[in-house]
């Protein structure tokens, strides 16, 4: 009996502890709304897929919403679609506009980009040894910081996206040390920080918070799981992303903490243009989007990246819903 009150008693202990270190590290500041700082994340081949004129969206964005925080993806399959051809038109132009209003810009490269299948590798490299394909990987990388490294308009160059994110979309696992080479070849060119990023939800941090100036998550509440074949709310709170930071603070340094993808469309079974209304609604609309805004404030970051700009135009101009559109006009 004596035994079994002790167990009990050390049972009880460290279920104390454990809520405790929960309470102790998910601690952190929590920032005013007028301490935050919103971006967005512009994908010219989610416009495209959407039916919409690239060109027309993006000046929408910087002239209507008046954004002054960008992330754009350089993909190589359009920047190098073919071997040792290089096209540099519809990136010059997105980067030259969003210069000229004194937009800041995060300028994002490699072979894993933000949109789905995830990785935008030319198809041109398919038949190429493994040697060979991180030689010319490694050149686009090169050729791309070479060319807008006077650029005084980018702030920081992210490399890869969600790298350690291995089992989402349709990627092969990237080598960690091809990464290293990726980030070498980077600093080797220019100073400025080096954004790595990693999932909010489903990723420990510490690989890719070591080799970050800057470490972005990505943010997501409502999603579609193809795994589990239904909706999934993630029943985490603000203080699950404090826990996480405060944890990674032990073993990595990066000057700067972001979100650099947080959830603004609909993560539907099918790609969201062909969903029913109802159907986006469940994982996205303005009270979801009110909500998630709120649920970022409240996890101790103060910079965002949202992710779904192309989404908002869609409903506007296609939908007639303006109301996404105008709610974010607000925050920039």
Request: glycine fraction near 4%; include cysteine; charged fraction near 30%.
């Amino acid at each position: 009996m004596l035994k079994k009150i002790k167990k009990l008693k050390n049972i009880i202990l460290i279920l104390i502890v454990f809520l405790f270190s929960i309470f102790l590290f998910s601690r952190g500041h929590i920032y005013n709304k007028n301490e935050l700082k919103y971006g967005i994340t512009f994908s010219k081949k989610q416009a495209q897929s959407l039916n919409l004129d690239w060109q027309e969206v993006y000046l929408e964005i910087l002239d209507d919403l008046g954004v002054k925080k960008l992330r754009i993806p350089a993909y190589w399959d359009e920047i190098n679609f073919e071997e040792n051809i290089y096209s540099w038109e519809d990136l010059d132009w997105q980067i030259k506009e969003a210069s000229e209003r004194e937009v800041e810009i995060i300028l994002a490269v490699g072979g894993r980009l933000p949109r789905w299948p995830e990785c935008h590798f030319p198809d041109w490299i398919n038949n190429l040894s493994k040697e060979k394909k991180e030689e010319k990987i490694l050149s686009y990388i090169n050729a791309t910081i070479t060319r807008y490294k006077n650029n005084k308009q980018i702030v920081a160059w992210q490399v890869e996206n969600e790298p350690f994110l291995s089992h989402f979309g349709d990627c092969p696992k990237l080598d960690s040390k091809l990464l290293d080479k990726e980030i070498a070849a980077v600093r080797a060119i220019d100073s400025r920080p080096i954004v790595i990023s990693d999932s909010g939800e489903l990723s420990i941090w510490v690989r890719a918070a070591k080799r970050a100036d800057i470490f972005g998550t990505t943010m997501y509440r409502d999603t579609y799981s193809v795994h589990l074949k239904r909706y999934v709310h993630y029943p985490i709170s603000p203080g699950f992303f404090r826990f996480k930071k405060n944890i990674t603070k032990l073993f990595a340094k990066p000057d700067k903490w972001i979100v650099i993808e947080l959830q603004a469309e609909p993560w539907t079974k099918v790609p969201y243009q062909y969903a029913t209304q109802e159907e986006r609604d469940r994982t996205m609309n303005l009270q979801k989007f009110r909500e998630i805004l709120e649920f970022g404030r409240k996890t101790g970051f103060n910079e965002f990246y949202l992710w779904g700009v192309e989404w908002w135009y869609w409903e506007k101009e296609v939908n007639n819903n303006p109301s996404l559109w105008e709610e974010a006009r607000k925050l920039f």
